[in-house]
């Protein structure tokens, strides 16, 4: 079974600095898919990001990029010019690509705090 | 609006009396899911649908059950509840690519705070 990890339970930035979460995953597959989603207070889970493992060009989505190091098995997340409102919970999630598999697994998550 | 619904949004009940949490989603997805989450888990997916009377174990199964009669719902029943299935519970669909496997954005419900006394 795929594990994903996050080493980090919590971390802190200041407003406007740049902070980058970690996450590491165990896979034997060649082919998957890689996601980063946000809970904030609210509880909503939100998709900020997705990365096809086949895909060798790094995902980026505005103030969001990863770095994908798929020798190392590595897809950390990360967030420029931090603002108050990405304080949250991050989870990093992977999924098997291919017919017939469908199962997601999260990380533990990463709670992160903005400094104003 | 696309949306996944979920209710209750929060229920205490008792060890022992049969609950049901529905999830309807309007959006035409096939594949929806439930997870719950715990404080140092994360999520964990205990059930899955691929398509209409096509379910699958996730990764905490024991204690729940699961039926997709109609591609917009997809409620998750617990038939004893017991005190170590207090969590959060949430719900997500989404589309399934042509090729099978592919999933695409998941869409969350609000969740589901549940507490078993």
């Known amino acids: 079974a795929q594990t994903v990890t996050q080493s980090q339970p919590e971390m802190s930035v200041q407003e406007a600095e740049t902070v980058t979460l970690s996450c590491t995953y165990d896979?034997?597959?060649?082919?998957?898919?890689l996601f980063w989603y946000k809970q904030p207070p609210s509880r909503q889970m939100i998709l900020v990001i997705r990365?096809?493992?086949?895909?060798?060009q790094n995902a980026t989505e505005n103030r969001f990029s990863v770095n994908f190091q798929k020798a190392a098995k590595s897809f950390s997340l990360k967030i420029s010019d931090s603002q108050l409102g990405d304080a949250a919970m991050y989870f990093c999630?992977?999924?098997?690509?291919?017919?017939?598999?469908?199962?997601?697994?999260f990380g533990k998550g990463t709670k992160l705090s903005v400094i104003p | 609006e696309a949306q996944v619904t979920q209710n209750p949004r929060y229920l205490i009940t008792v060890t022992g009396k049969k609950l049901t949490v529905t999830c309807s989603q309007n959006?035409?997805?096939?594949?929806m899911s439930w997870y719950r989450q715990d404080p140092g888990l994360g999520l964990r997916q205990i059930y899955y649908?691929?398509?209409?009377?096509?379910?699958d174990k996730g990764d905490v199964p024991e204690g729940y059950k699961v039926s997709r009669k109609e591609k917009r719902n997809f409620p998750l029943i617990l038939e004893s509840p017991s005190p170590n299935q207090t969590s959060l519970y949430f719900c997500?669909?989404?589309?399934?690519?042509?090729?099978?496997?592919?999933?695409?954005?998941?869409?969350f419900g609000p969740g589901t705070r549940l507490t078993v006394t």
């Open positions: 997500a669909s989404s589309l399934l690519g042509l090729a099978g496997g592919e999933i695409y954005e998941q869409y």
């Open positions: 896979t034997s597959e060649s082919d998957y898919y």
């Open positions: 990365q096809e493992a086949y895909k060798q």
């Open positions: 999630a992977y999924k098997n690509s291919g017919a017939g598999s469908y199962q997601l697994t």
């Open positions: 959006m035409n997805h096939e594949y």
């Open positions: 649908s691929m398509n209409v009377e096509v379910t």
